[in-house]
């Protein structure tokens, strides 16, 4: 019998070579007579291991990593098809500390099964969200979404189920399901692993919330960044109409749901939902001005859902298993499990799925390990680059939608940055303010104005003057910005530039050398 | 050309909001918009040219004229900053003598800026010729631009 050995095909693992080291293991056995079958899975988001490998055992998979290429033949030598020691060995991938913690929903899946197998996927628990929903009314599937207390994870943390349940209430001959999947955000790369490494998952929730609501026809808007995601979630959706789970004939049901990929074009605002539909319409991604919602005139002018990938992929979890089984997880108002994911300047970055309530010197300190390069942790931005930067005197802020607020951050996407005391914060507000000049639709004069005189304020502090007074005016630059702009760009670009000015205000007062 | 542009706009004209899919499938063919398939669009679309035009220039993504031979996308955003990302940038921008969305004077490489690709938890990352790298140290930068200078 031949040996199932792992190695990922997620773009993290790629980066770092896991292309390589895949032929290079397939060469190897061959050359050595090794019977191997080499399956490719997604990423379980441990990336400082990665390229992680993984070799089935009756003990379960033992995992060794990172590998480079030059290791491929001392795993060999040391035996590592019959997951026998060696420095790279990780042990016991599913009980590594990283992972057994974690409550993992959403991601149960990835970094388990080949991502685009049917077979994979039903073998363990996929479609049984579908199953469930196929035999129930659409209303009643509307009413389980909103009983789980789900809420958007892009960002905005908009109850899905009122969501779905406008979109459900209004009647048209048409209407449609997308997928907003321009996951933008620095720090965030939680869409693009599950796209990646459990696509299925994201094809069955849409599904549903075609059959939920009465659509006929989803989208998933693609940024053009993510080429390996785009080639995965092709080759699902060709697998899932292939076996009748998309198509005019859903399993028998006598329902249609189709399904396809549009692709972005390097265009930040386009994660604004009606940016987004512009964009997908085939026009300039402009801000729409709401009202009317998209759920009531949305994609073409007819009713459609906009929800995130990790919304839309965790409505299966949510039909299989319950409202309640999701509900019961969480604190407060937010409710399930949020995926997290540690990135910048962290010794051990990753994806960290956990019911809602975990601390965020918890999340920086045990599971990202303190920071990469040594120095102490100096600030952390929280939810992409609209998102406010907290000191260390923060970091017992605790990790849900309300206790965040409470402290003027938001948790957005749930990306963390972390930076070490090498950074300095005005700049990182110069660039916030140059980040949306670069990416103003340009729509409204706050963000498009505001954002270019930000910048212009900034450098006028970099090189003296009467540094308190260009503060004074940078902070009314923000009230302008905050109050006036159409969308988040603009209205939210203020959150890193007011929080670096607040708790790091010696960054913008000291002299800089000339140049 | 005219006759390639005219197949995709008939092959894609039926789809609902057809543009961007016409224009990004002209730049997989071209590398780029050419300037004389802005009209070729406007009219296959049924569109103005201001139209086209005003889409093309929206995104980052569509350009008017093809990359150099090789193209080097550099992630500016936070997370690769966190890494010393910026040490990347300057490294690039030096050694291939350009400034962000230029191409080296011997055609090898265009240098563009990216805003995140999503390897964020290997940072510092770029993206060359459609492939990412993580962790990029400027050891590996170097060789990368040795390599892109080198092969044709």
């Given at each position: 019998?031949?040996?199932?050995?792992?190695?990922?095909?997620?773009?993290?693992?790629?980066?770092?070579?896991?292309?390589?080291?895949?032929?290079?293991?397939?060469?190897?056995?061959?050359?050595?007579?090794?019977?191997?079958?080499?399956?490719?899975?997604?990423?379980?988001?441990?990336?400082?291991?990665?390229?992680?490998?993984?070799?089935?055992?009756?003990?379960?998979?033992?995992?060794?990593?990172?590998?480079?290429?030059?290791?491929?033949?001392?795993l060999?030598?040391?035996?590592?098809?019959?997951?026998?020691?060696?420095?790279?060995?990780?042990g016991?991938?599913?009980?590594?500390?990283?992972?057994?913690?974690q409550?993992?929903?959403?991601?149960?899946?990835?970094?388990?099964?080949?991502?685009?197998?049917?077979?994979?996927?039903?073998?363990?628990?996929?479609y049984?969200?579908?199953?469930?929903a196929?035999?129930?009314?659409?209303?009643?599937?509307?009413?389980?979404?909103?009983?789980?207390?789900?809420?958007?994870?892009?960002?905005?943390?908009?109850?899905?189920?009122?969501?779905?349940?406008?979109?459900?209430?209004?009647?048209?001959?048409?209407?449609?399901?997308?997928?907003?999947?321009?996951?933008?955000?620095?720090?965030?790369?939680?869409?693009r692993?599950?796209?990646?490494?459990?696509?299925?998952?994201?094809?069955?929730?849409?599904?549903?919330?075609?059959?939920?609501?009465?659509?006929?026809?989803?989208?998933?808007?693609?940024?053009?960044?993510?080429p390996?995601?785009?080639?995965?979630?092709?080759?699902?959706?060709?697998?899932?109409?292939?076996?009748?789970?998309?198509?005019?004939?859903?399993?028998?049901?006598?329902?249609?749901?189709?399904?396809?990929?549009?692709?972005?074009?390097?265009?930040?605002?386009?994660?604004?939902?009606?940016?987004?539909?512009?964009?997908?319409?085939?026009?300039?991604?402009?801000v729409?001005?709401?009202?009317?919602?998209?759920?009531?005139?949305?994609?073409?002018?007819?009713?459609?859902?906009?929800?995130?990938?990790?919304?839309?992929?965790?409505?299966?979890?949510?039909?299989?298993?319950?409202?309640?089984?999701?509900?019961?997880?969480?604190?407060?108002?937010?409710?399930?499990?949020?995926?997290?994911?540690?990135?910048?300047?962290?010794?051990?970055?990753?994806?960290?799925?956990?019911?809602?309530?975990?601390?965020?010197?918890?999340?920086?300190?045990?599971?990202?390990?303190?920071?990469?390069?040594?120095?102490?942790?100096?600030?952390?931005?929280?939810?992409?680059?609209?998102?406010?930067?907290?000191?260390?005197?923060?970091?017992?802020?605790?990790i849900?939608?309300?206790?965040?607020?409470?402290v003027?951050?938001?948790l957005?996407?749930?990306?963390?940055?972390?930076?070490?005391?090498?950074?300095?914060?005005?700049?990182?507000?110069?660039?916030?303010?140059?980040?949306?000049?670069?990416?103003?639709?340009?729509?409204?004069?706050?963000?498009?104005?505001?954002?270019?005189?930000?910048?212009?304020?900034?450098?006028?502090?970099?090189?003296?003057?009467?540094?308190?007074?260009?503060?004074?005016?940078?902070?009314?630059?923000?009230?302008?910005?905050?109050?006036?702009?159409?969308?988040?760009?603009?209205?939210?670009?203020?959150f890193?530039?007011?929080?670096?000015?607040?708790?790091?205000?010696?960054?913008?007062?000291?002299?800089?050398?000339?140049? | 050309?005219?006759?390639?542009?005219?197949?995709?706009?008939?092959?894609?004209?039926?789809?609902?909001?057809?543009?961007?899919?016409?224009?990004?499938?002209?730049?997989?063919?071209?590398?780029?918009?050419?300037?004389?398939?802005?009209?070729?669009?406007?009219?296959?679309?049924?569109?103005?040219?201001?139209?086209?035009?005003?889409?093309?220039?929206?995104?980052h993504?569509?350009?008017?004229?093809?990359?150099g031979r090789?193209?080097?996308?550099?992630?500016?955003?936070?997370?690769?900053?966190?890494?010393?990302?910026?040490?990347?940038?300057?490294?690039?921008?030096?050694?291939?003598?350009?400034?962000?969305?230029e191409?080296?004077?011997?055609?090898?490489?265009?240098?563009?800026?990216?805003?995140?690709?999503?390897?964020?938890?290997?940072?510092?990352?770029?993206?060359?010729?459609?492939?990412?790298?993580?962790?990029?140290?400027?050891?590996?930068?170097?060789?990368?631009?040795?390599?892109?200078?080198?092969?044709?």
């Open positions: 019998m031949s040996t199932v050995v792992y190695v990922p095909r997620d773009a993290g693992a790629l980066a770092l070579g896991a292309e390589n080291v895949a032929a290079a293991i397939a060469a190897q056995a061959q050359q050595s007579g090794a019977q191997l079958s080499l399956r490719r899975n997604g990423s379980r988001g441990l990336y400082w291991l990665e390229p992680l490998v993984e070799v089935e055992t009756p003990q379960g998979r033992v995992a060794y990593g990172p590998v480079c290429l030059k290791d491929v033949a001392s060999f030598a040391a035996d590592f098809l019959s997951g026998k020691p060696h420095p790279l060995c990780v016991p991938v599913a009980q590594h500390p990283y992972l057994v913690r409550a993992r929903v959403t991601f149960v899946r990835v970094g388990i099964i080949e991502p685009a197998s049917i077979s994979d996927y039903r073998a363990h628990g996929g049984q969200g579908l199953s469930r196929l035999a129930m009314k659409p209303a009643e599937i509307v009413q389980t979404v909103t009983d789980s207390g789900l809420r958007g994870r892009g960002g905005a943390a908009f109850p899905t189920g009122i969501k779905w349940k406008t979109v459900f209430d209004a009647a048209a001959a048409q209407k449609y399901i997308t997928c907003n999947a321009d996951e933008g955000d620095s720090g965030t790369y939680a869409d692993m599950l796209m990646e490494g459990d696509p299925l998952m994201l094809i069955e929730g849409m599904t549903i919330a075609g059959l939920a609501v009465g659509a006929t026809q989803g989208y998933i808007y693609l940024r053009e960044e993510y390996h995601a785009h080639k995965v979630l092709n080759e699902a959706i060709a697998q899932a109409y292939r076996q009748h789970y998309l198509g005019a004939d859903v399993q028998g049901s006598g329902k249609r749901f189709d399904l396809e990929v549009r692709l972005g074009a390097g265009a930040y605002i386009c994660g604004e939902e009606t940016s987004m539909l512009e964009s997908l319409e085939g026009r300039r991604g402009e729409r001005v709401r009202p009317p919602l998209p759920a009531i005139k949305g994609l073409f002018g007819m009713p459609t859902v906009v929800n995130n990938v990790i919304s839309l992929a965790t409505v299966p979890a949510i039909l299989k298993d319950g409202a309640a089984h999701y509900r019961d997880l969480g604190v407060g108002k937010s409710r399930g499990t949020l995926p997290l994911q540690l990135a910048g300047n962290l010794k051990r970055p990753g994806l960290v799925e956990l019911a809602f309530g975990v601390s965020l010197r918890e999340l920086l300190y045990e599971y990202g390990g303190g920071s990469a390069s040594g120095r102490p942790l100096r600030a952390v931005q929280i939810g992409g680059p609209l998102g406010a930067y907290l000191p260390e005197s923060q970091f017992d802020t605790l849900d939608y309300e206790a965040l607020s409470a003027g951050a938001l957005g996407h749930g990306g963390i940055v972390a930076f070490d005391d090498s950074v300095d914060m005005a700049h990182m507000a110069r660039y916030a303010l140059e980040f949306c000049a670069t990416e103003s639709c340009g729509k409204c004069t706050p963000c498009r104005i505001g954002s270019t005189r930000g910048v212009e304020l900034i450098d006028r502090m970099f090189k003296g003057g009467d540094r308190e007074a260009q503060l004074l005016r940078l902070e009314s630059l923000c009230d302008t910005m905050a109050e006036g702009s159409l969308c988040g760009l603009g209205s939210m670009t203020p890193p530039v007011r929080s670096a000015v607040k708790y790091f205000r010696a960054d913008f007062l000291k002299s800089r050398p000339a140049g | 050309m005219n006759e390639r542009i005219d197949s995709i706009i008939a092959r894609l004209a039926a789809e609902p909001g057809p543009l961007l899919l016409v224009l990004h499938a002209i730049q997989d063919e071209f590398g780029c918009i050419p300037d004389d398939a802005v009209p070729q669009v406007a009219h296959g679309l049924n569109l103005s040219r201001a139209e086209v035009h005003g889409v093309m220039s929206f995104y993504y569509f350009r008017h004229s093809p990359p090789h193209l080097l996308r550099i992630c500016r955003a936070e997370s690769c900053q966190a890494m010393n990302g910026a040490a990347l940038e300057r490294q690039a921008q030096r050694s291939l003598d350009v400034s962000f969305n191409t080296s004077s011997d055609g090898a490489v265009t240098l563009e800026p990216v805003y995140c690709l999503g390897a964020c938890a290997c940072s510092p990352a770029l993206m060359l010729d459609g492939e990412l790298h993580g962790r990029v140290t400027p050891a590996r930068l170097d060789e990368l631009l040795a390599q892109c200078r080198s092969r044709s």
